[in-house]
C-alpha cells in the first residue's frame, strides 16, 4: 500500500487507495418505485423499477438528484392539477433528500430484501420532516456547505478557499453526472494534506441516528 514518509513516520494518503474510493463510489442499490394508493391518476401506474445496471441508485447521490426518471414516469398518469413537490417514503418514514441515498438505506432498510421499496408522494408535503426541494440548484447549496463545512474541520477552509468557481462546480458536477474521475479529480485536493501539518487538524464525523431527530457531530482529533 502506497505510503509516505513525514516527520520520522509513515503517513497514509486515503487518496492512494483509489480501488477502495471506486467500490465507495460505484455502490449501488437495486430500488423499486411505487406510487402512494391515494394519489388521483387517470389510469393505473406500474411500479418503476431501477434495476438496469446504469440506473441502480447510486449510494453517494441524493434522491432528488437521480429521480428526474422516476418523477416523468408517474407524472405521466397523474391529473396535473394534483402533481406538486414530489416526495418520498419507505414504510410510513419521510426519506430525507439531504441524505444520501446509501445512509437512508442503511438507517432504514438495510435489513429487508432488494429491492428497495419506496413510496412516491405528490401531495400533502410533510412540512415538519422534510427540506423542500425545488431544484437541483438547492441540492447543489446543500452539497456545497457540507464541503466548506468538513473543509474547516481538517484545512481551516484553506483547500477550499483556494480553489475556483470552476473547480466546485467540476466537484458538483462530477457528483451530479455520476463521474468519478471529475469528482476526484478535485476532490482529492480536499483529502490530502501537507507533511509538515502531520494530518488533518480534525476529521470531520456525523453520527446519524435511526430515531433521532437530528445528526450527532463532534471534534475528532486524528
Not at 452539497?143 to 478557499?161: G, R, T
Request: charge should be neutral.
Amino acid at each position: 500500500m502506497p505510503q509516505e514518509r513525514a516527520h520520522g513516520r509513515a503517513q497514509y494518503r486515503m487518496t492512494d487507495d483509489k480501488d477502495v474510493l471506486r467500490d465507495v463510489w460505484f455502490g449501488r442499490i437495486p430500488t423499486c418505485f411505487t406510487l402512494y394508493q391515494d394519489e388521483i391518476t387517470e389510469r393505473e401506474a406500474e411500479p418503476y423499477y431501477v434495476s438496469m445496471t446504469k440506473l441502480l441508485l447510486p449510494r453517494i447521490s441524493y434522491l432528488t438528484l437521480v429521480t428526474d426518471k422516476v418523477k416523468k414516469h408517474f407524472q405521466k398518469v397523474m391529473r396535473q392539477e394534483e402533481v406538486s413537490e414530489i416526495w418520498f417514503e419507505y414504510e410510513g418514514t419521510p426519506l430525507k433528500w439531504h441524505y444520501p441515498i446509501g445512509l437512508l438505506f442503511d438507517l432504514h432498510a438495510s435489513n429487508t430484501a432488494l429491492p428497495w421499496s419506496i413510496t412516491v408522494h405528490f401531495k400533502n408535503f410533510p412540512e415538519k420532516d422534510l427540506l423542500h426541494c425545488h431544484s437541483k440548484d438547492v441540492i447543489e447549496a446543500h452539497f456545497m456547505a457540507c464541503i466548506k463545512e468538513a473543509d474547516a474541520l481538517k484545512h481551516k477552509s484553506q483547500v477550499i478557499n483556494e480553489m475556483q468557481k470552476k473547480d466546485h462546480k467540476q466537484l458538483w458536477m462530477g457528483l451530479q453526472n455520476d463521474k468519478f474521475e471529475q469528482f476526484w479529480a478535485i476532490n482529492r485536493k480536499l483529502m490530502e494534506y501537507p507533511p509538515e501539518d502531520n494530518g488533518f487538524r480534525y476529521i470531520p464525523f456525523r453520527i446519524y441516528q435511526h430515531y433521532g431527530k437530528t445528526a450527532c457531530s463532534s471534534l475528532l482529533d486524528p
